[in-house]
């Protein structure tokens, strides 16, 4: 059974398999009359007003296909079906569309591995702890400097009993998020087979198992410097560094481990890092949408490339105080016949402007 609550889970990426194969079997069906009523009444609440260009229902219910199937083939879908009757309709395909294909992603890359062998649950070594999470779900440790750690199943973190050196060090094989406690005569530093993460004071995820081909860094708060491994150590003893990528909130960084590669680009979910520039919990009425580009910019910490001139006629009203960034951006380009990409960190809107 399609319950709204089911959809909210695909869409923050905590489906299970099995939940996944029943969205996909009720796709196969010709009608979807329970997702359209549930869609029509997530678009009346952001109580939109401006109607989609002609052509793009076709174009969403192909994207909401397609991230649900994991497949390129479409069906062709009846003109006369009850999805194509108007367009607050296809806005609200559109709307599920992207938070199905975030969801889709995030579920992907959420699925762990095998759970660790070697090692204890909790040991202890030479004044260090070994954590080894064997469960199934997150656990949450505590630092002798206050700093914590949620550490993810199928993961492993080793760290000394108590900090007594220069640098904070522990070692990590898995994905846990790090939050730090603020000490600039002592970074903290994470170790893994592949990634070097170096704060001062911050939050963060590190994803690195040895079971797969890359690392993966995302920052929620502060700045972080992310670069590979070499294996040795300076004359301290300290990890040696190379030159790395520094990551701001909402970034993150990926390395290949087998050529050491390291690519930034935007994390899968943005979130609100400076909560002083929403002006009115992105409630807009007939607003320019360079305005709304330019408060998404400032709220979310990311640049939104776009040509202001182009948009000057193109005003939007809408509600999207609850979605997340790219749906908002979804929304927002779908009712403009605007599209945009992700150009590393920068949305880079395409439009030609409104009449």
Known sequence: MITRDLLDRFRAGHCTPDEVATLRAYFDQPDTPTLDDLLAQDWQYADATTPLP???????????????????????????????????WAVAASVAGLLMVGGWLVW??????EPMTDG????????????TNETNAPLN?????????????????????????ALRTVQLSGEAFFAVQPDKAHPFVVQTRSVLVRVLGTSFTVRDFASQPTAEVAVKTGRVSVSPTTGKTDRTGAPERQ??????????????????????????????????????????????????FGELERAYGVTIQHDRQMLVNCTITARLSEQPLFTKLDMICASIGAAY??????????????E
């Open 341 to 354: 990409r992700i150009d590393g960190t920068t949305v880079v809107i395409k439009s030609n402007g409104c």
């Open 54 to 88: 002609n052509g793009a229902s076709g174009r969403l219910w192909q994207r909401l296909y397609v991230s649900v199937q994991g497949s390129d083939e479409v069906p062709v879908r009846p003109l006369n079906s009850r999805r194509w009757v108007g367009w607050r």
């Open 108 to 113: 992907q890359r959420k699925t762990l591995p």
């Open 120 to 131: 204890a649950n909790n040991s202890m070594s030479d004044g260090w702890r070994i954590k």
């Open 141 to 165: 440790l505590t630092l002798s400097d206050g700093s914590t750690v949620r550490l993810l199943p199928g993961s492993r973190v080793r760290y000394p009993v108590r900090f007594a050196s």
């Open 243 to 292: 030159p790395g990528l520094v990551l701001a909130p909402n970034e993150r960084a990926t390395l290949t481990v087998a050529n050491g590669q390291v690519v930034k680009a935007l994390v899968v979910a943005p979130e609100v890092v400076n909560p002083k520039a929403v002006v009115n919990r992105f409630v807009f009425a007939d607003t320019p949408v360079a305005d709304v």
